[in-house]
Nanobody, 113 residues
Framework: QVQLVESGGGLVQSGGSLRLSCVASGFSFSSYTMRWYRQAPGKERELVATITPGGGSTTYSDSVKDRFTISRDNAKNTLYLQMNMLKPEDTAVYYC??????WGQGTQVTVSS
């Protein structure tokens, strides 16, 4: 069955960096557009970044553009999110997403001021 397992979250100071990973299994990873979402306490889940199957095209929300980078390694069935210049407002649970309703369990990112 489809599985998405995120890792790499943690506590970091404002201005710091983290790299999230999402290991995928149970489907042909290289065939799917993949996305990162996040959900802060009391807020709706929001789309952060999208990458096409081959990795040739990426898009970002305005709130993370120029600070975050989405990438993928299809040989390793792994999706990444490099997060730089982190801000307290980036604090959220980050989720890996595959189309048609597949989600990972999420990884907590906390940015202290």
């Amino acid at each position: 069955q489809v599985q998405l397992v995120e890792s790499g979250g943690g506590l970091v100071q404002s201005g710091g960096s983290l790299r999230l990973s999402c290991v995928a299994s149970g489907f042909s990873f290289s065939s799917y557009t993949m996305r990162w979402y996040r959900q802060a306490p009391g807020k709706e889940r929001e789309l952060v970044a999208t990458i096409t199957p081959g990795g040739g095209s990426t898009t970002y929300s305005d709130s993370v553009k120029d600070r975050f980078t989405i990438s993928r390694d299809n040989a390793k069935n792994t999706l990444y999110l490099q997060m730089n210049m982190l801000k307290p407002e980036d604090t959220a649970v980050y989720y890996c997403n595959r189309p048609y309703g597949y989600w990972g369990q999420g990884t907590q990112v906390t940015v202290s001021s």
